[in-house]
């Protein structure tokens, strides 16, 4: 039976109701600081911990629960109860602890002192101590467990059972292990001086937000899980405004489609299948933009993603609306009226994640594999202008330059090999992920039709022979951006020279595995 808790909580939702219910059951309640507080303003009978340690808070508040009257009372175990008794004292069945927000503090731009102030010691330190002695004590380490503990005790005569205890240590255990790595992930990014900018191990830390119906098939299981130190634009904290639950392939479609509009500053859409974009455009307004992209590849657009960086409007709304069968829509945000005209369609799924702030340098990308993990820095390296090598006799014209350069930043979101052919800020023809460059080629090729005439093309690698090249050249293609370096540069250029096109070298591939 509980007869005498802790309470020591940051987050005090909902602390009065519990605490008022365990002095109903006659239970003994000691807390420090800001509970304290809390608590007897609520005319709760409360003891303070000072009095049990007989040592007022030293150090600003950051000492206070760190002794042995109180870790000795939650450690005890039940064969250690009469030791206890014989050093006066007295056992805690309870605690309720909760930490510092030091996620929430590093993701809203604290800096170094301010994060360091907010790492809870006291608080991890009572709940380790609590979560290993479970047999005898029960654990609280978030307030969503209130009602559940209330429960317990009601249904219990005051008493919770093993099985809970278990479920509420394991929890805690999470808990204190998911904080811990967030203050290393955190610290890690603050300053490496060592010759790797990879630390020499990471841990991840994620939150269940909810499970999914099921993962890319029916017969698999998915859960979405958050990052809370992450504090950048994220599609596991953005608002689903309209239309039925999104699945597993919506979010990973969804989340190609982010990173393609946290790429560009000006107004620009992209239409998503099966993560590899079909259509993507800038425009002088997000309008244009889209109706650029959708006019790329209309028909492999039944079904899409549609990615937006710009507020939607009523006119882009309107192309929205009229556009056959979109699977969802994610943008920073809907104008009312915009809003309530796309949410006539019921099925369809609109996503408002906010302000686009892309991650900075310091947050690298991670691919699981069995047994182990990748990292990487992200691919957000441009070429500029300037730093592109002419390789023909013909030179880009400026108008050329422009569309090369849009094409080599969209590219490197689509799957290797790819090659991509562009004309006046829109793509018209995207061929991705085969196995020959060449092939990709041709696909760009019979995407584009017609439209290849005139355009230009970007390939994420370089054209190891000149057959690629010439497919597009023979379409129409007049001007080409690639990495260069390959052994075959002096064909691939002589086969560009005899075409009459203009092919420069970015110095930089642009792979998507």
């Known amino acids: 039976?509980?007869?005498?808790?802790?309470?020591?909580?940051?987050?005090?939702?909902?602390?009065?109701?519990?605490?008022?219910?365990?002095?109903e059951k006659g239970v003994e309640i000691v807390s420090s600081g800001g509970t304290f507080k809390k608590l007897s303003e609520a005319g709760i009978e409360v003891t303070k911990v000072t009095d049990l340690t007989g040592a007022g808070e030293i150090l600003g508040g950051r000492?206070?629960?760190?002794?042995?009257?109180?870790?000795?009372?939650?450690?005890?175990?039940e064969d250690q109860l009469n030791e206890l008794a014989g050093l006066n004292i007295r056992p805690f069945d309870l605690v309720v602890v909760n930490l510092y927000p030091f996620e929430q503090v590093v993701s809203s731009g604290a800096n170094l002192s301010e994060a360091l102030?907010?790492?809870?010691?006291?608080?991890?330190?009572?709940?380790?101590?609590?979560a290993k002695n479970h047999p005898r004590v029960t654990v609280i380490c978030d307030p969503i467990d209130y009602d559940s503990l209330m429960e317990i005790m009601e249904a219990n005569n005051?008493?919770?059972?093993?099985?809970?205890?278990?479920?509420?240590?394991?929890?805690?255990?999470?808990?204190?292990s998911a904080y811990d790595?967030?203050?290393?992930?955190?610290?890690?990014?603050?300053?490496?001086?060592?010759?790797s900018v990879f630390p020499k191990s990471f841990n991840l830390n994620f939150r269940m937000k909810n499970t999914l119906r099921y993962g890319e098939n029916p017969h698999q299981q998915a859960a979405l899980y958050t990052e809370p130190s992450y504090a950048f634009t994220s599609l596991a904290e953005a608002r689903v405004l309209s239309g039925k639950e999104l699945s597993f392939n919506n979010l990973w479609d969804l989340e190609a489609a982010l990173q393609m509009i946290l790429d560009f500053d000006e107004p620009f859409a992209t239409v998503i299948k099966h993560t590899n974009p079909c259509g993507a455009a800038v425009g002088k307004t997000l309008a244009e933009a889209y109706h650029k992209a959708l006019e790329s590849d209309p028909l492999s657009a039944f079904g899409s993603i549609i990615g937006l960086n710009r507020i939607v409007d009523m006119e882009t709304a309107q192309l929205l609306h009229d556009t056959h069968f979109v699977e969802c829509i994610i943008a920073p945000d809907y104008e009312p009226?915009?809003?309530?005209?796309?949410?006539?369609?019921?099925?369809?799924?609109?996503?408002?994640?906010?302000?686009?702030?892309?991650?900075?340098?310091?947050?690298?990308?991670?691919?699981?594999?069995?047994?182990?993990?990748?990292?990487?820095?992200?691919?957000?390296?441009?070429?500029?202008?300037?730093?592109?090598?002419?390789?023909?006799?013909?030179?880009?014209?400026?108008?050329?330059?422009?569309?090369?350069?849009?094409?080599?930043?969209?590219?490197?979101?689509?799957?290797?090999?790819?090659?991509?052919?562009?004309?006046?800020?829109?793509?018209?023809?995207?061929g991705m992920g085969q196995t020959s460059r060449v092939d990709s080629s041709m696909i760009a090729v019979r995407k584009a039709g017609e439209?290849?005439?005139?355009?230009?093309?970007?390939?994420?690698?370089?054209?190891?022979?000149?057959?690629?090249?010439?497919?597009?050249?023979?379409?129409?293609?007049?001007?080409?951006i690639?990495?260069?370096?390959?052994?075959?540069?002096?064909?691939?250029?002589?086969?560009?020279?005899?075409?009459?096109?203009?092919?420069?070298?970015?110095?930089?591939?642009?792979?998507?595995?």
């Open 63 to 77: 000492v206070k629960t760190l002794h042995p009257n109180v870790h000795a009372g939650i450690l005890a175990r």
């Open 337 to 430: 009226e915009a809003l309530k005209l796309m949410k006539k369609k019921k099925a369809r799924r609109l996503i408002a994640v906010g302000d686009l702030k892309p991650p900075d340098n310091s947050y690298f990308e991670t691919r699981r594999i069995l047994g182990g993990a990748l990292l990487q820095s992200r691919d957000i390296e441009e070429p500029s202008p300037d730093n592109l090598k002419n390789a023909t006799k013909t030179e880009a014209t400026p108008g050329q330059i422009d569309d090369l350069l849009f094409g080599f930043k969209m590219v490197k979101h689509v799957k290797s090999n790819a090659v991509l052919i562009c004309k006046d800020g829109a793509t018209v023809g995207i």
């Open 482 to 513: 690639q990495p260069g370096g390959s052994k075959g540069d002096p064909d691939v250029i002589a086969a560009a020279d005899n075409a009459g096109i203009a092919m420069v070298f970015s110095g930089m591939r642009h792979f998507k595995h």
């Open 117 to 130: 102030e907010n790492i809870d010691i006291g608080g991890p330190a009572m709940l380790r101590a609590s």
């Open 158 to 176: 005051g008493a919770t059972t093993d099985e809970y205890r278990l479920l509420m240590a394991a929890k805690t255990f999470a808990r204190t």
């Open 451 to 480: 439209r290849a005439k005139g355009a230009v093309a970007a390939s994420d690698a370089f054209f190891p022979m000149p057959d690629g090249l010439e497919v597009l050249t023979e379409a129409g293609v007049k001007a080409v």
């Open 181 to 195: 790595n967030a203050i290393t992930e955190y610290l890690n990014r603050q300053g490496n001086e060592s010759e």
């Open 1 to 23: 039976m509980i007869k005498r808790a802790l309470i020591s909580v940051y987050d005090k939702t909902g602390v009065e109701k519990l605490a008022g219910f365990l002095q």
